[in-house]
């Protein structure tokens, strides 16, 4: 695998991903020829760096957003030129908002997606190593987003009782999120 660390590597993927029409670029069909790495990582609390920075270029991340790809050797910024390894501290997204509306339960992530919970967008919850909660909820191929504390606190807000666990409904599904008390 070639690593890229030019400094030209980020306006290279910026450029290719940049495709015309609406809506999510088919990453999921693309097999590029090259592949490497570049020293991106998306941090725990959603910020994405480069080689040592935050990227501060809103829309810069949201575009890259867009073209992830989890693939069984990790994630990646695919476009149809080039596949790049980066690094995801825990999950490429965070879940910053969420909203009830006829029975489904709708989340905003830091980039700007907005997903339903429902039996194609679980929501799951972890215990961390610190044996608190780590909830996540499924936003697109396998890509979760943390689900932010406050967030957190408010499905734990609207959570009811259930086979002796606490959970919410969205979408005619039943997500468990910690125990019945």
Not at 91 to 109: I, K
Request: charged share 25%.
């Amino acid at each position: 695998m070639a690593d890229v660390r030019d400094g030209k590597a980020l306006d290279r993927v910026a450029e290719a991903a940049q495709a015309p029409g609406r809506g999510l670029p088919p990453v999921h069909l693309w097999n590029p020829a090259h592949t490497g790495e570049i020293d991106i990582v998306i941090r725990k609390d959603g910020a994405w760096v480069h080689e040592g920075g935050v990227i501060g270029r809103e829309a810069l991340v949201r575009l890259f957003s867009t073209i992830l790809r989890k693939d069984p050797d990790g994630i990646f910024l695919v476009t149809p030129v080039e596949k790049l390894k980066i690094t995801v501290d825990d999950a490429p997204f965070v879940a910053v908002a969420v909203d009830r509306e006829d029975g489904a339960l709708r989340f905003t992530t830091n980039v700007g997606d907005t997903v339903e919970a429902g039996p194609e967008n679980p929501i799951r919850v972890e215990t961390g190593p610190d044996g608190e909660p780590r909830p996540y909820v499924h936003v697109r191929r396998g890509l979760e987003a943390l689900i932010a504390r406050p967030v957190f606190y408010e499905l734990a807000e609207m959570a009811e009782a259930r086979d002796g666990a606490l959970g919410v409904a969205s979408n005619g599904a039943w997500f468990p999120i910690g125990p019945a008390q």
